[in-house]
């Protein structure tokens, strides 16, 4: 079985950051792809970025540059850092675990609010 925890979301002006953070535990596999995913009101959850083994990375089109996915060596906490957030980015955020046979896993989910 595995946990997901999601930590760091808030409410944040336009232009600001925030990182949000993952920590996982149970059976974790080398193979496991970690990544966060974000669902606004009226919409359907949508993948924003997904890190894989040997740390090779895709990010959705409307986050790419401005936010940075990483996970720790021994990948128990994927980590989610968001700079010049925009009004668009506000929506609850999950951070997901997707084994190599399909299997995935979610966390409780995490507001992001980008207002001033």
């Known amino acids: 079985q595995v946990q997901l925890v999601e930590s760091g979301g808030g409410l944040v002006q336009p232009g600001g950051s925030l990182r949000l953070s993952c920590a996982a535990s149970?059976?974790?596999?080398?193979?496991?792809?970690m990544g966060w995913y974000r669902q606004a009101p009226g919409k359907q959850r949508e993948l924003v970025a997904v890190?894989?083994?040997?740390?090779?990375?895709n990010y959705a089109d409307s986050v790419k540059g401005r936010f940075t996915i990483s996970t720790d060596n021994a990948k128990n906490m994927v980590s989610l850092q968001m700079n010049s957030l925009k009004p668009e980015d506000t929506a609850i955020y999950y951070c997901?675990?997707?084994?190599?046979?399909?299997?995935?896993?979610w966390g409780q989910g995490t507001q992001v609010t980008v207002s001033s």
């Open positions: 997901n675990l997707r084994r190599i046979w399909g299997t995935e896993h």
């Open positions: 149970g059976t974790i596999f080398s193979s496991d792809v």
């Open positions: 890190i894989a083994t040997g740390g090779s990375t």
